[in-house]
């Protein structure tokens, strides 16, 4: 079977047309991609079948990227609105997008979404293989495999699979405060228990890895047993499962598939650095793609706060992409809005990340909008922000009304001219310069 896999290639010696793409996206050496992908330190996410994608790069020598999560349920949402979240999540700078959707006309809404996604899209084939059976123990090796070829001919560019949690796992599981709380990993654990077998993923992961290899599908392992609650934080369960994802990872890279880990969840503070590290070690510096995380479990309708907090923390450590946690998240279906202020909260947690660990250029534009703002440039500072649009909606609203037609003043309405530090500072400068 030909291998067309970025991994393959790079370790080949070729650098591709999307490894150069990257390189000066990143301002990095177009070897140093090549070789950070022929590792496995990097990935680059890029299903031959999705046409109209501009490749990017997931790793630790790479920026520290965020994935918005979209898809309908049954409950709710449908084509349109999942076009206007995946429009949302571009807009505002989601670098990957997930679609988790669960209802119906799942095909159709994931054809639509990878025609229309310039950027990596992601699934769980375990959600649509639930959808085709009416209960879980029906499922089966060749209906996941065959759902995960059919995403994959669709142009799915990474999937995660549940195949780490195996059922020694199960017994760890069951004594936690809140249980597993990964849905596919829910699913396969209880398929477990009823056919008392092994996770038939991990059973049939070479046949798995043959359909990575023949589309370029990067694998996103899956941590079925992440923490969701502070209380299980860094378990034996958590672990013991980060141990088999470590292996299943080097059996990737025997086949040149490209990897990410999946991470948790809900962990406090002071344990982030730990995890960060320790994922690093077992599974051999391949890209860590952390939810969250997580640091308190008291703030529904906040999530994305507690979510960016400790997502800055581990991509300060190392964590190579971060996914997304919106204020809907433990209440339900997010909108359109909720995808907005979700993607935002990341990208502040990631850039500030980027900065931390002295990325090239992540500064840049920092210095850019601190030097418009001194000069009381607001367009410019506009046109730097990452939510351009509610920057200015808070500029406009503070103005007075006979001003809201004209922005530009040497001061701010919270202060005013008097008290405006800036302004006083250019006094300063203005009278320094004349003595």
């Not at 880990?261 to 809900?266: D, Q, T, V």
């Not at 809907?328 to 279906?333: M, N, P, S």
């Not at 920057?391 to 005013?416: F, V």
């Amino acid at each position: 079977m030909t291998n067309v896999t970025q991994m393959h290639r790079a370790r080949k010696g070729e650098i591709t047309a999307e490894m150069k793409i990257v390189a000066t996206a990143e301002q990095l050496d177009p070897e140093f991609i090549r070789s950070e992908v022929a590792r496995g330190r990097m990935v680059i996410p890029a299903n031959i079948n999705h046409k109209n994608i501009v490749p990017i790069a997931i790793g630790i020598n790479a920026k520290c990227k965020v994935n918005a999560n979209i898809g309908n349920s049954k409950l709710s949402s449908g084509l349109d609105e999942e076009l206007d979240k995946l429009r949302k999540s571009i807009r505002y700078g989601a670098d990957t997008v997930m679609d988790l959707s669960t209802g119906d006309n799942i095909n159709v809404i994931r054809q639509a979404i990878i025609d229309h996604s310039p950027v990596p899209i992601g699934t769980v084939p375990m959600y649509q293989a639930m959808e085709e059976v009416e209960r879980v123990e029906e499922l089966t090796a060749a209906g996941i495999l065959r759902v995960i070829e059919e995403q994959a001919i669709q142009g799915v560019d990474y999937m995660t699979v549940h195949c780490g949690i195996l059922q020694r796992h199960i017994p760890m599981a069951v004594k936690r405060t809140t249980g597993i709380v990964s849905r596919g990993g829910s699913l396969m654990a209880l398929w477990m228990q009823h056919h008392n077998a092994e996770n038939p993923i991990y059973t049939h992961y070479d046949e798995l890895l043959q359909i990575c290899k023949k589309y370029d599908v990067t694998l996103s392992l899956g941590d079925s047993l992440r923490p969701g609650c502070q209380a299980d934080a860094s378990d034996e369960a958590q672990l013991s499962e980060l141990e088999v994802l470590g292996e299943l990872c080097l059996r990737a890279w025997e086949q040149d598939v490209q990897v990410m880990i999946e991470g948790p969840g809900h962990v406090p503070f002071d344990q982030i650095e730990y995890n960060i590290k320790k994922q690093i070690e077992v599974c051999h510096e391949a890209p860590f793609y952390v939810l969250g995380p997580l640091v308190t479990d008291i703030a529904p309708g906040y999530d994305h706060i507690t979510g960016a907090i400790g997502g800055t923390m581990a991509a300060y450590h190392g964590a190579a992409m971060l996914c997304y946690v919106t204020p809907k998240e433990h209440l339900g279906l997010p909108n359109s809005e909720d995808v907005r202020n979700g993607i935002i909260a990341f990208k502040i947690a990631a850039h500030a990340g980027d900065i931390a660990r002295n990325r090239p250029g992540a500064r840049q534009r920092d210095d850019e909008m601190s030097r418009a703002r001194f000069a009381f440039d607001w367009n410019r500072q506009f046109e730097l922000s990452l939510d351009p649009d509610r920057a200015r909606q808070y500029r406009m609203e503070s103005l007075p009304e006979e001003m809201k037609g004209n922005c530009e003043t040497d001061h701010c309405t919270m202060c005013g001219p008097k008290f405006c530090s800036m302004n006083i500072s250019h006094q300063m400068i203005e009278t320094a310069n004349k003595g």
